[in-house]
């Protein structure tokens, strides 16, 4: 018998379903059952989450100027509102949780219309288009990077930061271990689609300016399109390299625990796990993001001193060369960075996030949770 249903709502992205997926292992482990809706992306991460029950919702972004366009995102926006009601009617959950993403704006605007209690989960330092939308209608607003105290919901805003799943927090219980002169180096490249894209091409032209004492070093893990591994791959075999490439690692907490250097994005999740996990870091914001969500992301890690930003714009190969040949020489600065990292992590962000769920699914308000917390 379980205590209730709490439902989760997430675009089919990572990024928004890994903090739902260790919400989910937390609330699961207090005894409730979790349902969550997404849209069909999420089948490929579906496997690990811990879900009682998932469903599928229609949902749209309205980002074209076309007419016909927006009618038909309209429509596809309302079907899904329909079919969230009727779920949400017919499952009766305690409470819904959005953690951003187009897919979230359906289930959240059902939810709060039939009063059901609902929150929402903002990874990032600026908040996502959907949950501005959603912010007003909400009992709650957790926060990864968002601030306490200031902005037009500082009232029910709490700053929880990033849930990251039970992997991640085992691959933190792994201290960091230098790689030392002449000693492998565990190099870990990714930084999701458009992400891979970039550092498809700057890594293996960075490397190839390598001394080879220097590149014989380096065991890679890459992420890339799968429309750009056979480029990445004879770019690497006329190095005489054999790097782990793929578009997906399941396992890419263990490979975190492992790696002396992290180069990637610097989305909401990624930071948060490098952070827990505590490993130094070449941040790249995505050059492109709304709001510039990704290099405030970025500022958080940086001013510990556990991460490096450089903006895409000025990371050419010949100095990504540079900074890869200075981390091979500088094992004591790298363990410094790791250090730094591990002390701005946020490891009980999923109890923190799971506490908040649970006051406004009962009879406590956020002002009375925000009230007991301080």
């Known amino acids: 018998m379980t205590k209730g249903i709490i439902l989760l709502a997430a675009g089919g992205t990572g990024g928004h379903l890994f903090p739902a997926e260790a919400l989910a292992h937390e609330l699961k482990a207090r005894g409730y059952s979790v349902h969550l809706v997404t849209d069909s992306r999420a089948e490929r991460f579906a496997g690990k989450f811990p879900a009682d029950e998932i469903h599928v919702v229609p949902s749209a972004t309205i980002g074209s100027k076309n007419p016909i366009a927006v009618a038909k995102s309209l429509f596809k926006l309302w079907t899904g509102l329909r079919a969230a009601r009727k779920l949400i009617t017919r499952i009766k959950p305690l409470a819904v949780v959005g953690f951003g993403g187009y897919p979230t704006v359906p289930p959240l605007l059902a939810s709060t219309g039939l009063g059901v209690p609902s929150m929402i989960h903002e990874q990032n330092a600026v908040m996502g288009r959907a949950n501005k939308a959603l912010a007003k209608r909400v009992k709650a607003i957790a926060g990864g990077f968002l601030p306490e105290g200031v902005g037009a919901y500082a009232d029910k805003t709490v700053t929880t930061g ?19 002169e002449g000693q492998p180096f565990n190099l870990v490249v990714f930084g999701g689609s458009q992400g891979a894209q970039f550092f ?6 960075a490397l190839s300016l390598l001394e080879e004492n220097e590149r014989s ?6 992420q ?3 429309e750009d591994q056979d480029q990445v791959g004879s770019c690497f075999a006329k190095l005489k390299m054999s790097p782990d490439v793929s578009a997906f690692f399941p396992d890419m907490a263990e490979r975190l625990a492992s790696a002396h250097l992290v180069v990637c994005r610097s989305g909401a999740s ?3 796990e490098v952070s827990v996990i505590g490993r130094p870091s070449i941040l790249v914001p995505y050059p492109y993001a709304l709001d510039h969500d990704q290099a405030a992301n970025a500022a958080a890690l940086v001013a510990t001193g556990g991460a490096e930003v450089v ?4 990371l050419s190969p010949e100095r990504l ?8 020489k500088e094992p004591e600065r790298l363990a410094k960075m790791a250090e730094a990292a591990k002390q701005a992590g946020r ?3 999923a109890t923190l996030l799971a506490d908040m769920v649970v006051a406004i699914a009962g009879a406590q308000g956020i002002a009375q949770f925000k009230g007991v917390r301080a």
Do not use: C, F, G, M
Request: cysteine-free; glycine content about 0%.
């Open 162 to 180: 990033n849930p990251v799943r039970p992997a991640v927090l085992a691959a933190a219980t792994t201290p960091y271990q230098p790689s030392l």
């Open 200 to 205: 498809s091409r700057a890594i293996p032209t």
């Open 217 to 222: 070093r380096i065991v890679l893990t890459q």
């Open 224 to 226: 890339a399109r799968p």
């Open 270 to 272: 990624t930071v948060s």
């Open 311 to 314: 903006p895409q714009a000025e």
């Open 321 to 328: 060369a540079q900074k890869l040949s200075a981390a091979l």
């Open 347 to 349: 490891p009980h962000a």
